[in-house]
């Protein structure tokens, strides 16, 4: 049995960031899916916002207004003191990376360039050219290589142990030789990312799986607003790969097959620089209602780049021009880029506080699969980031509290009675079964994408909780090829699965019951807000009977009172 | 019209832990979308033929660099390779050179890690830090332009024909990012901190031939680094004037 004090599950920037800031003084230890490096946190593109006033339009930017663009954006489902908090530790973190190395663009004065990115009342948005996750993730890799962060590679958590009320550390597994090792620790963190993967489109990484936040809730951890899921106005037709809102941020159009720009008739003022659920939905509409361009692989709309001219293009947007060449072979400085909305972004997951506490003592969780929730109904670009390193930096605060102030009762024994029943899980899976885990999952993304997307209504949401039964039903009978359980990325998947089959569930139920629409969550047959019944988080927790038990939590409202959300 | 055509993808099947059953190519025919790329087919033979395939992968666009490996005789990502860009409807596909193979076409990177983290792949500084942002200019920004664009994916050092003589060699991308550094206005590394690099196992081991810029999908030119970082240290040998 391995053991630390503190076990991070994760290695984006949430949990570098966590490792980072308790290695010195604790025995920490580290296990990443894939390389660190390898972390779906290196995707992202636009930016990290924070209120440093350096673009000369924005000298009066301050970090309560840019608490009143994230609340506003999150169509006032944020919980208002998570999210000054967020705005507040903004500056220093960006400053932080800054000194640690991280190479941001900048301005004529030496100071770190910012941009406008949607939703924002300010240019706000720091950046490195079009590649910002990548070079955050780089300084924070090469923070931890510095400090000496044990990490274990191509490791993957299999299941948490909790004794119904403390945490005492997760069983995992070792991919590379094939081994169930229970990990004991005092503290555990995950970090493990959003659950992008459970819909047929989506921008994220293959790894996006929501496994983290599936393998919290079957043990017992409450699950927060699972139903908000962002979709992104822009990815690259057919390959589903981001095109970064900077797009528009840096002047951008959206055209549709009349090259009109179509915006003005939805968000006359904000344009193409409106919130991204608004943006999506009309995208969606110009599409549905006959006005999209045709494609083989779907319709789509332009997003035209070609004004900006080449130098801008090729000094701001490096890297989204050359994924449209390598991608599509189109070069957006002489040809405008298709795009439709996709599945972008998580803002439900674990249920967390500001502290990135759970309901169990000793879990901690942060970044995309944890819920706190600063984001709400809709995230704002250049949030995601932000959020990752923030509450990273604070779960290092909280769990170290927790380590100094906490008499810690350890149970290696129910560590060790789990790892036997992993094994026989597996056992199962490899000897028992006649279907194929992708065969699953293929029916579970296409349920997604089709009945719980950008519209929705009861009917087809009553389905789709139909349809996840049935193949939840069906992974019962998975099987897996190959009985070797080194390097066996088809065990992986099926292990993942039955963690998907509880994320999609718990998705499509909440948005099954709320009935109104706000942010993201946009329903046919409740088409407006509801804030007398539904200004309240949706609480997910396992029953005894494995069927989800839904509740609900107040909303944290300090100063910015709901009011109609207009751009 | 979209056009679907049957594809042989050939694939090189090895198994460290059994050791007895040499390398060997296995054949897998699947009609595919000619528009899809290598890394799509792959993900539908292990999901659907067969489920022993190992291979690495992640963002499918050309930014997490795990997919690096030989197609067709030229290294690059898979994801980032469609399948219609040979002319021929047989694809290889060989695991990354230089290394040693764990299963198929993983291989162990270890090593290309130790000699990254070797190089003190980190901002170094002596100043304290000032209240706000280190200033730097656009200028100074711009000088790490193309360095600050490797993804790790270890295509370069797949590439290195020093690497395949001599494993004890720094590499491409480890050089690469020592640069990076050494370039940054807000770096203050002491000119010692090239001593790890000064010999034959560092820049003066490189053969200047290039492959590596050849295989680099991010357009990072790892030779350039190399000749820069020989000219700083013959710079500093001469004159003493440090290496920045």
């Not at chain 1, 789709?464 to 009978?477: F, N, P, Q, T, W």
Request: glycine share 8%.
């Amino acid at each position: 049995m391995l053991s630390h004090d503190v076990l991070i599950v994760g290695g984006g920037l949430a949990g570098l960031r966590a490792a980072v800031g308790l290695c010195d003084k604790y025995d920490v230890g580290l296990i990443s899916k894939v390389y660190p490096i390898r972390s779906h946190s290196i995707a992202a593109q636009g930016g990290i916002n924070a209120a440093l006033a350096n673009n000369p339009n924005a000298k009066d930017d301050t970090w309560e207004k840019h608490t009143f663009d994230t609340v506003k954006g999150s169509d006032y489902l944020a919980d208002q003191d998570a999210a000054e908090l967020m705005c507040q530790e903004a500056i220093k973190i960006v400053y932080e990376m800054e000194h640690w190395g991280c190479p941001f663009s900048r301005f004529p004065d030496g100071t770190i360039a910012q941009r406008p990115f949607g939703g924002a009342g300010y240019p706000r948005t720091c950046y490195s050219t079009d590649l910002t996750g990548h070079v955050l993730l780089n300084t924070l890799h090469e923070r931890a290589v510095y400090k000496g962060v044990r990490v274990y590679p191509e490791w993957f958590v299999i299941a948490l142990v909790n004794d119904g009320g403390q945490c005492h550390g997760v069983i995992a597994f070792d991919l590379k030789n094939g081994e169930v090792i229970p990990v004991r620790a005092k503290a555990t963190l995950f970090a493990t990312g959003g659950y992008g993967r459970v819909y047929f489109y989506s921008t994220n990484a293959l790894i996006n799986t929501g496994s983290g936040i599936g393998i919290a809730y079957k043990a017992g951890v409450p699950i927060k607003d699972m139903e908000f899921v962002q979709f992104h106005p822009t990815a690259l037709i057919g390959t589903n790969i981001l095109m970064t809102e900077a797009c528009r941020g840096e002047g951008g159009y959206l055209t549709n097959k009349d090259g009109e720009r179509f915006m003005k008739r939805y968000v006359p003022n904000a344009m193409e620089l409106a919130p991204r659920d608004i943006v999506s939905r009309s995208i969606q509409t110009e599409i549905d209602e006959g006005r999209g361009l045709e494609h083989p692989l779907g319709k789509y709309i332009n997003l035209d780049l070609r004004h900006l001219g080449a130098e801008k293009i090729l000094a701001k947007l490096p890297g989204i021009r050359n994924i449209c060449l390598d991608f599509i072979g189109i070069d957006p400085i002489l040809e405008p880029i298709p795009i439709m909305p996709c599945q972008h972004y998580s803002m439900g997951g674990i249920d967390t506080n500001e502290k990135c506490a759970t309901d169990v003592k000793g879990f901690y969780a942060a970044g995309e699969c944890a819920c706190v929730s600063v984001h709400g109904a809709n995230r704002l670009g250049g949030n995601s980031l932000l959020e990752t390193i923030v509450f990273g930096k604070l779960a290092s605060f909280a769990i170290d509290e927790y380590l100094q102030s906490s008499e810690i009762r350890q149970d290696e024994g129910l560590l060790i009675s789990k790892k036997g029943e992993i094994e026989t899980k597996i056992h199962r899976l490899v000897n028992e079964g006649d279907e194929k885990p992708y065969t699953i999952l293929a029916d579970l993304r296409k349920t997604m994408s089709s009945l719980v997307g950008i519209f929705r209504k009861r009917e087809e949401l009553g389905q789709a909780l139909e349809d996840i039964e049935a193949v939840k039903e069906r992974y019962r009978r998975v099987h897996v090829s190959s009985s070797k359980l080194y390097m066996n990325h088809e065990l992986l998947n099926a292990i993942e699965l039955e963690y998907m089959l509880e994320v999609a569930h718990t998705i499509a139920l909440g948005a099954y019951l709320r009935e109104e629409s706000r942010g993201a969550h946009f329903r046919r047959d409740f088409s407006t807000r509801n804030d007398a019944g539904w200004l309240k988080h949706t609480i997910a927790k396992m029953g005894p009977d494995g069927e989800p038990v839904i509740s609900s939590k107040k909303v944290i409202i300090t100063k910015y009172q709901p009011m109609e959300r207009k751009y | 019209m979209i056009t679907e055509n049957y594809y042989t993808f050939k694939i090189l099947r090895y198994d460290a832990k059994e050791p007895d059953v040499e390398p060997h190519f296995e054949s897998y025919r699947i009609k595919v979308v000619s528009g899809l790329t290598v890394l799509m087919v792959l993900l539908r033979i292990q999901e659907e033929i067969d489920g022993t395939l190992s291979f690495r992968s992640s963002c499918r666009s050309a930014v997490c660099g795990s997919c690096a490996m030989v197609i067709n005789g030229k290294i690059d990502l898979a994801c980032r390779t469609q399948v219609a860009t040979f002319g021929s409807n047989t694809i290889v596909l060989e695991p990354l050179p230089n290394f040693e193979i764990i299963k198929d076409l993983v291989v162990d990177m270890t090593p290309f890690w130790n000699m990254y983290e070797k190089i003190r792949p980190y901002l170094i500084r002596t100043s304290p830090d000032p209240e706000k942002e280190i200033q730097q200019s656009e200028e100074e920004r711009s000088r790490i332009d193309q360095v600050v664009n490797c993804i790790l994916c270890a295509c370069c050092y797949g590439a290195c024909p020093v690497l395949s003589r001599d494993p004890e060699y720094a590499g491409p991308a480890a050089i690469a990012k020592l640069e990076r550094f050494v370039l940054d206005s807000r770096d203050e590394r002491p000119a010692s901190a090239l001593d790890a690099v000064n010999n034959e196992k560092g820049v003066w081991g490189c053969d200047t031939i290039l492959r590596c810029i050849d295989a680099c999908p991010k357009d990072v030119r790892p030779t350039d680094s190399v000749v820069g970082l020989r000219k700083k240290l013959i710079k500093n040998r001469l004159f003493g004037k440090g290496i920045k």
